[in-house]
């Protein structure tokens, strides 16, 4: 089946530093990757869409200087967040639609998250 | 406000119990999806219900999808402490922002 790697799955930085998370669709191409943050015990929440070639669509209140998303192919989009302070510390997962086609249909693939801690 | 309001937030029961959790919304999709999650991991697909009235069955497990399509349902019947995680609900608005609801905690006691 389709997979989702994302990467590293552990993180930590110190603060003020920046750090890239990786998602990539291994045996796919995705025409549109999600990145998600998610806190204990709660619900993902949408941080931006993209889609390959152009610029993510950010959702409101996320901070686009920050939280910058760089979908650079059909099987990679990045996740760095900038000037990292300890509120950024979170879960962030990416996932990613493939292109519509018999055997994978429409189907949303997740990565296996990313912890990242900022000390 | 979320655009997926689930209910109950947080579950606890003895296993053998049934329970069920929901999942409204305001706006119509045109489909909805369950996920289950374990902590540090990605949301697993569970079902996708995409008729309005749908019933669908997985084992112990059985989703409904409203009519409207506006709300959707989770049943699991004599639960056991396996079936601990968080319980989302997601959808499309529009073509490109997949939204998960507010997720449901559960926890089934042996």
């Known amino acids: 089946g389709a997979v989702v790697s994302q990467h590293p799955s552990r993180v930590i930085c110190k603060s003020g530093t920046s750090v890239k998370i990786e998602c990539r669709s291994l045996?796919?191409?995705?025409?549109?990757m999600f990145w998600y943050r998610q806190f204990p015990k709660k619900s993902l929440m949408l941080m931006a869409t993209?889609?390959?070639?152009?610029?993510?669509?950010?959702e409101q209140g996320v901070e686009k200087d920050k939280f910058l998303i760089n979908h650079a192919s059909l099987t990679l989009s990045t996740l760095t967040v900038t000037s990292a302070h300890p509120e950024d510390s979170s879960f962030y997962i990416c996932?990613?639609?493939?292109?519509?086609?018999?055997?994978?249909?429409?189907?949303?693939?997740f990565g296996e998250g990313s912890w990242l801690t900022v000390v | 406000t979320q655009l997926l309001e689930q209910s109950p937030q947080f579950l606890s029961i003895q296993e053998g119990e049934n329970l069920t959790v929901y999942c409204n919304s305001s706006?119509?999709?045109?489909?909805l999806q369950w996920y289950r999650q374990e902590p540090g991991e990605g949301p697993v697909l569970l079902v996708t219900?995409?008729?309005?009235?749908e019933v669908k069955k997985l084992k112990r497990l059985t989703f409904q999808f409203g009519d409207a399509r506006k709300d959707s349902s989770l049943h699991i019947t004599a639960a056991q402490p396996g079936d601990t995680g968080l319980y989302l609900c997601?959808?499309?608005?529009?073509?490109?922002?997949?939204?998960f609801g507010t997720g449901t905690s559960l926890t089934v006691i042996p």
């Open positions: 996932s990613a639609r493939a292109r519509a086609s018999l055997s994978l249909g429409n189907t949303i693939y």
């Open positions: 045996d796919f191409q995705a025409t549109t």
């Open positions: 993209s889609n390959e070639g152009s610029k993510a669509t950010y």
């Open positions: 706006s119509v999709f045109s489909s």
């Open positions: 219900v995409v008729t309005g009235g």
């Open positions: 997601a959808g499309f608005k529009g073509y490109n922002q997949f939204y």
